[in-house]
């Protein structure tokens, strides 16, 4: 089944600079890519994702990267603000296939001011 | 248009007592899922449905049982509740396996 790896587990960074998460995966037939967040005491939320046929998605200051040849894909937060402060969690799957996503064990980022 | 509701929110149990987290989606979605989450671990899926009167194990099912009856409705259940189960259980539901999910706000869950 598909395992996926997500680095780093915890990100501190100050207002105002980029915060970069990586996430690794292991099936090759995956293609669906999402990002959630969830802030203290909330549900996880669906934040960006990104299908296997686009290189790179952003929306505002958020973007998603996907390199399938090395199975890697990263979210990228620019100019972060404190309502960045959140855990992140990255997952895979296979939109035809699957009958699941898996997730990676999550990334807590804190922004400092 | 609620989404997903659980219930109940909060719940304090003895060791070996049981009860059930009710999961109700109104979004005609045919997969549901019971996750639990513990500090560090992430998301671990328990059990989940791909539709009505369907049921499978996710990672870690040992100790909890589901039932999906009806397809709005996925009910987890606990037969004999351990402090290990002491947790934040989210219910989620897709329309397809691998999309979307939407989540439910959370049961916290106390076994003392």
């Known amino acids: 089944g598909e395992n996926v790896e997500q680095h780093p587990s915890t990100l501190s960074v100050q207002e105002g600079d980029s915060a970069v998460i990586k996430c690794t995966y292991s099936?090759?037939?995956?293609?669906?890519f999402p990002w959630y967040k969830q802030e203290l005491g909330k549900r996880p939320q669906l934040i960006i994702d990104?299908?296997?046929?686009?290189g790179e998605k952003k929306d505002q200051r958020i973007a998603v990267t996907l390199n399938k040849t090395a199975k890697h894909f990263s979210l990228h937060i620019t100019e972060t603000q404190p309502e960045d402060s959140a855990v992140y969690f990255c997952?895979?799957?296979?939109?035809?296939?699957?009958?699941?996503?898996?997730f990676g064990t999550g990334t807590r980022l804190q922004v400092t001011l | 248009n609620a989404g997903v509701t659980q219930t109940p929110k909060f719940r304090v149990l003895k060791t070996g007592q049981s009860m059930t987290l009710l999961c109700a989606q109104d979004?005609?979605?045919?997969?549901m899922y019971w996750y639990r989450q513990d500090p560090g671990m992430g998301l671990r899926l328990i059990h989940y449905?791909?539709?009505?009167?369907?049921?499978a194990k996710g990672e870690v099912p040992d100790g909890y049982n589901v039932s999906r009856l009806k397809k709005q409705n996925f009910l987890l259940g606990l037969e004999s509740a351990a402090p290990s189960q002491t947790s934040v259980y989210f219910c989620?539901?897709?329309?397809?396996?691998?999309?979307?999910?939407?989540f439910g706000a959370g049961s916290r869950l106390t076994v003392l």
């Open positions: 989620a539901s897709t329309l397809s396996g691998a999309n979307v999910l939407t």
């Open positions: 449905s791909v539709g009505e009167g369907t049921t």
């Open positions: 979004m005609n979605h045919e997969y």
């Open positions: 990104i299908r296997s046929n686009v």
């Open positions: 099936d090759s037939a995956s293609n669906y």
């Open positions: 997952a895979a799957g296979n939109t035809g296939t699957a009958s699941k996503l898996t």
